[in-house]
């Protein structure tokens, strides 16, 4: 390797550590940029960029958690208004036909149920609920398309299970999406407690 | 939710390192290249550490002249009672000594 492109290369990998880094670690960016000018070995200098790019990716990583907890929380907020707003519309519901009113109280109920468990135990449990919900909405639909045809809000019925199989899978998919970020981001941090990289 | 204080066989050689000399700022070269830690494992401890409040960074103006200044790190009040916590402090002579600024 010539010591033009040697330069050219370490000059490059200089400039990656400030992009690399989140806004929150620009400081320390450029204290590692500003270090690598006191390093006269080249190859010492370069050992040290590519630890220094290495730990500004990590950081980068790390600046994922806070969008996961921000994702967690609107999750939680969102099952939890569908349900604040069905147990509304329940509560109308019972005055008119007691029976709709009950099944759109239980289906508010699990999304209540749902926020909660994503609060409290995590994306697994939210995926859980998620995935009870979507047997009995398919269930549900299934059962309205054959034999309850002439049942009154039938039409009704076969619409809440639609949108339930919409919803429930968004849900699923999400905690399922939410689950896998969090344990790739809780094993990394362990890894670097551990010291293992 | 605050992550717990760091605990590692580097996170105990860099403690040690500072509490040589706790009023002295040092600079992420020197603690690697003295403590014989890679960069890509010392800043994310500094990190780690400043975010926990043990450690104070701050730009210093270069010991050589003509240089731009460089960011230094060094204990704080909380990080050397972390340290001496740990036993780091009563054992100076595992950490590496170092030849790097004097305290100030």
Known sequence: MSDGFGRRLLAMLERQ?????PPSRSQWA???RRELEEIENPGEAFRFVLGCLWACSLER??????VLRLAKRTMVAATGLIAALGLMVAIHMAQVYAPSGLLIGTISIAFGAASLLLARRGPNAAAAVAVAMLVLSAAGLAAGL???REVQHATL???LALEGLAMWSLL???SLALSWATRSAWLRNLALERGWM | MPRPPLSSKQTDAVLGAFMLHPQAWRHGYDLSRDLGLKSGTLYPLL????DQGLLEAEWRPSVRPGRPPRHAYRLTAAGAAYARSRGVADVPGNYPSFN???PT
């Not at chain 2, 990190?47 to 400043?50: I, K």
């Open chain 1, 146 to 148: 054959t034999q309850f």
């Open chain 1, 17 to 21: 550590l400030v992009r690399v880094a």
């Open chain 1, 61 to 66: 990583l790390r600046s994922v958690e806070l």
């Open chain 1, 172 to 174: 699923l998919a999400a």
């Open chain 1, 157 to 159: 019925y076969r619409a």
């Open chain 2, 100 to 102: 790097d600024e004097v």
């Open chain 1, 30 to 32: 450029e204290g590692m």
């Open chain 2, 47 to 50: 990190m780690r550490l400043s």
